[in-house]
């Protein structure tokens, strides 16, 4: 299969259960000479109408599907800063009666 390689320093990716706002997490992105490359950056949304970081809120890394395009919030990097985020699954919390509770969603075959 002919593409693009991955460029940039060879990483051995670690094993992650909790990726938090503001934590830095490994992507692949188009870098400007339009190579493939896998970089590190914050996780997190920042706005691009302030100057200074604010503190980020679930509200700020959750962008559904239906209003992604209509939210200023996510509009331009919905359109034109996209990403990959490596990963073999993520968790998905959902309100019992007796809490909270995390499902972790993965391949039905386990695999990566």
């Known amino acids: 299969m002919a593409g693009n390689p991955l460029t940039g320093s060879a990483r051995n990716l670690q094993a992650r259960y909790n990726i938090a706002p503001t934590d830095t997490v490994d992507v692949v992105k188009r870098g400007d000479g339009g190579a493939t490359e896998l970089v590190s950056v914050r996780w997190g949304a920042l706005s691009l109408l ?6 980020t809120t679930a509200g700020d890394i959750h962008a559904r599907a239906e209003s992604v395009v209509d939210r200023p919030r996510f509009r331009d990097a919905f359109r034109r ?3 990959i985020i490596p990963a073999s699954g ?3 919390w959902i309100t019992k009666p007796d809490g909270k509770q995390p499902y972790f969603i993965s391949e039905a075959d386990g695999g990566a």
Not at 50 to 55: A, D, G, I, R
Request: glycine share 0%; net charge negative; hydrophobic share 25%.
């Open 50 to 55: 302030v100057e200074q970081v604010v503190e």
């Open 81 to 83: 800063h996209r990403c």
């Open 90 to 92: 993520y968790y998905e």
